[in-house]
């Protein structure tokens, strides 16, 4: 929570947990796996939040400094523009039945994407998946937009206390085939010689109602509830 005075205590308003679900070794204790290449950030103000998600690819030191190393430069190009720039941004809206759209907020989180990759590089890491969500009021509404750019397989998700639990993310991947878990769709980080691999960078948005839940997750998480993956279903 912005301003808070201590960030590692629990909070109703903003949540986040890391941890490994790998399984552990019976004699000497280790995690498979280890170290958890996974990170994540969260600020959220009073009445907007900025949710980052990363799951470094394969395993291994390299991998565990490009999740920081994206969800860092994610995060602080994004305060920079939204809270600290002296000029004012620019904003082109588009009404859609009452809803304004911001196009300045898709144009800051891709640019942010770019400043994610460059934070890679610069740190010699290896390669990462990134998601990132912008949670923002509506003009004239009580409602928030969620604006969301992801590369690779971690994914946006929203519960309603009226409509459940819905994915926001599902243009980054074919919900109708069957997943495989080697292949993360895209990354961050240096694929292609310096390049990233951008084949499922995705723009998403969904407007969401006060007291819904907007979480990222990695596929960690998401794959262990897919019925697909868990055999519990045929795609």
């Given at each position: 929570?912005?301003?808070?005075?201590?960030?590692?205590?629990?909070?109703?308003?903003?949540?986040?947990?890391?941890?490994?679900?790998?399984?552990q070794?019976?004699?000497?204790?280790?995690?498979?796996?280890?170290?958890?290449?996974?990170?994540?950030?969260?600020?959220?103000r009073?009445?907007?939040?900025?949710?980052?998600v990363?799951?470094?690819?394969?395993?291994?030191e390299?991998?565990?400094?490009?999740?920081?190393?994206?969800?860092?430069g994610?995060?602080?190009?994004?305060?920079?523009?939204?809270?600290?720039?002296?000029?004012?941004?620019?904003?082109?809206h588009?009404?859609?039945?009452?809803?304004?759209?911001?196009?300045s907020?898709?144009?800051?989180l891709?640019?942010?994407?770019?400043?994610?990759?460059?934070?890679?590089l610069?740190?010699?890491?290896?390669?990462?998946?990134?998601?990132?969500?912008?949670?923002?009021?509506?003009?004239?509404?009580?409602?928030?937009?969620?604006?969301i750019?992801?590369?690779?397989?971690?994914?946006?998700?929203?519960?309603?206390?009226?409509?459940?639990?819905?994915?926001?993310?599902?243009g980054?991947?074919?919900?109708?085939?069957?997943?495989?878990?080697?292949?993360?769709?895209?990354?961050?980080g240096?694929?292609?010689?310096?390049?990233?691999?951008?084949?499922?960078?995705?723009?998403?948005?969904?407007v969401?109602?006060?007291?819904?839940?907007?979480?990222?997750?990695?596929?960690?998480?998401?794959?262990?509830?897919?019925?697909?993956?868990?055999k519990?279903?045929?795609?």
């Amino acid at each position: 929570i912005a301003d808070a005075p201590t960030w590692n205590c629990k909070s109703r308003k903003a949540y986040g947990i890391c941890m490994s679900l790998y399984d552990q070794h019976p004699i000497n204790g280790k995690i498979s796996g280890d170290p958890i290449a996974d990170s994540f950030a969260i600020c959220a103000r009073t009445n907007n939040a900025l949710m980052i998600v990363a799951d470094g690819v394969n395993w291994g030191e390299k991998s565990k400094m490009a999740a920081r190393c994206a969800v860092y430069g994610c995060m602080h190009f994004m305060n920079q523009k939204l809270f600290h720039s002296t000029k004012p941004i620019k904003t082109t809206h588009v009404c859609l039945d009452n809803i304004y759209i911001s196009e300045s907020a898709f144009d800051l989180l891709l640019a942010s994407l770019d400043t994610a990759h460059q934070k890679i590089l610069d740190h010699d890491g290896g390669l990462t998946t990134l998601c990132a969500a912008l949670v923002l009021p509506l003009k004239e509404s009580k409602q928030f937009a969620v604006c969301i750019v992801n590369v690779g397989d971690s994914l946006a998700f929203v519960f309603s206390k009226n409509h459940g639990a819905r994915e926001i993310t599902t243009g980054s991947h074919d919900i109708q085939a069957e997943r495989d878990i080697r292949d993360a769709g895209g990354a961050l980080g240096p694929v292609n010689g310096t390049d990233p691999e951008l084949h499922n960078l995705t723009c998403s948005m969904t407007v969401v109602d006060p007291g819904d839940i907007v979480y990222l997750t990695t596929d960690g998480i998401s794959d262990n509830f897919d019925p697909v993956v868990t055999k519990l279903a045929v795609a």
